[in-house]
């Protein structure tokens, strides 16, 4: 306080002290000290600095599968930020925005702890700790090479679902082994059997992508006539793009309790799958069929008996009809002499003859073709039906894609299940000759 400001406020105690003069003093004590504290003001100390603290990008159960761009934002100037993943220094950054390209890929899937730690110039710190999950993305399945999605596959068969973990990620780490197999890392294809958006059929797709094969979803022919989930299909879809899809399995053949399918029906059924999945992913491929050979009229016992093509006739004309809403389409054949020379005999492509017969009309081929067709032809369930010899018959099942007509062979089915011709033990998680010669084909594929 000046010496001024101090006379004035003796010489007003002392008036105001003098009774005798206090309604006086009173009003010229006021006026004073306002005057004095106008020119001389107490002096308020500015407030503390604040603490100095820092948040992150990141939160606490954040589940991160994409790269992203993880920022630190102090609440002052600081000198740098530092970044950690698990204690590990990944960066120092000194100029604002603080930020470290994050990709969950340089990361093992699982939970980590962030950290970010800011430094000002007075050398306080600062830090923020949070736990996440990453996940590696999942890449896209390589492009088609020959027009088709795959060119060789693997049909596990449904009992996937019933596998324990060991025994799934055994299976899929030898299908992975075959298409490594293979020069130029071309697709390989994991044909899986159930409906969208099934648990089990989840957990096969995934373990597919996240081995780089490329999912082919077959509907299960079990059930028999049924409806499509569009919305679960749409989801599905969206969520696992660049799969292939096929209609129900084996529409035309009656087995139990399933009947067969009124052609019209399952070709509607076909349409509608792929118009549903294209509209979804555009990325996807549809296939039509997963078609057997037609059931056998009563009476009938042996294929040579009566030429079986016209009971499978209505699904390609019905097809043809609908305006071929496919990518490609699917048939069965396996490796019975008999049954395969018939199988090809009927799309026109077996020529030792006699089996397909005279005065049956075109073949499948020939129909296709007329009607504009110029997609691919996939054989997606092919196996040895024994055991014997099986390395032999599983190789020239092979060869009918690499030298032959086909545009595609999917080998049926892996383990010694009770679901088809097995080609590894599912007790002792070993392989057999079958799978040896289905890899040593591969390489010269």
């Given at each position: ?156 068969g449904a009992n996937t679902r019933s596998w324990t973990l060991a025994e799934h990620t055994w299976a899929f780490d030898r299908l992975k082994e075959l298409k490594d197999a293979r020069p130029g890392g071309k697709p390989f294809g ?206 020239r099942l092979l060869d009918f894609t690499k030298t032959g007509p086909s545009d595609a062979t999917t080998i049926y089915s892996f383990y010694n299940n009770g679901d088809g011709y ?24």
């Amino acid at each position: 306080m000046s010496d001024l400001s101090k006379a004035v406020q003796d010489a007003n105690a002392t008036l105001q002290a003098d009774a005798s003069a206090a309604a006086a003093t009173k009003k010229f004590g006021a006026a004073a000290t306002a005057w004095v504290l106008a020119q001389d003001p107490v002096i308020v100390p500015p407030p503390p600095p604040p603490v100095l603290a820092v948040t992150q990008s990141i939160k606490d159960g954040d589940l991160i599968t994409t790269p992203v761009d993880w920022t630190a934002t102090p609440n002052a100037a600081v000198t740098e930020v530092d970044f950690y993943i698990d204690a590990a220094l990944k960066q120092i950054d000194v100029t604002a925005p603080y930020t470290y390209q994050l990709d969950p890929a340089s990361l093992a899937d699982g939970s980590h702890t962030f950290t970010v730690r800011a430094l000002d110039s007075s050398g306080k710190t600062a830090t923020s700790d949070v736990t996440a999950t990453t996940k590696k993305p999942v890449p896209p399945p390589p492009p088609p090479s020959s027009g088709v999605p795959f060119e060789y596959a693997v049909c596990p068969g449904a009992n996937t679902r019933s596998w324990t973990l060991a025994e799934h990620t055994w299976a899929f780490d030898r299908l992975k082994e075959l298409k490594d197999a293979r020069p130029g890392g071309k697709p390989f294809g994991v044909r899986v059997e159930g409906f969208a958006n099934n648990a089990g059929v989840n957990r096969d797709v995934e373990a597919a992508r996240s081995r780089s094969l490329t999912p082919h979803l077959c509907w299960d022919g079990s059930a028999g006539v049924h409806t499509l989930d569009t919305a679960g299909l749409t989801a599905f879809a969206k969520k696992y793009p660049g799969c292939v899809y096929s209609g129900p399995n084996e529409p035309d053949l009656d087995r139990g309790t399933k009947k067969a399918w009124p052609a019209a029906q399952y070709v509607a059924f076909c349409k509608q799958l792929y118009d549903t999945v294209k509209a979804a992913d555009p990325t996807a491929v549809v296939l039509y069929g997963e078609l057997w050979k037609g059931q056998l009229p009563a009476g009938v016992t042996t294929w040579d008996q009566k030429d079986p093509a016209k009971y499978l006739r209505p699904f390609i004309t019905e097809f043809i009809a609908a305006g071929m809403p496919a990518d490609a389409i699917c048939h069965h054949s396996y490796d019975d002499p008999a049954d395969i020379k018939l199988w090809w005999n009927m799309w026109g492509w077996w020529y030792e003859g006699g089996i397909y017969g005279t005065g049956t009309g075109k073949t499948f081929s020939e129909m296709l073709k007329a009607a504009g067709w110029t997609k691919p032809i996939m054989d997606t369930e092919s196996g040895s039906q024994v055991n014997s010899g099986q390395a032999g018959k599983i190789t020239r099942l092979l060869d009918f894609t690499k030298t032959g007509p086909s545009d595609a062979t999917t080998i049926y089915s892996f383990y010694n299940n009770g679901d088809g011709y097995p080609i590894a033990d599912k007790a002792t998680l070993t392989v057999n000759a079958g799978y040896t010669a289905f890899k040593t084909f591969m390489a010269s594929a």
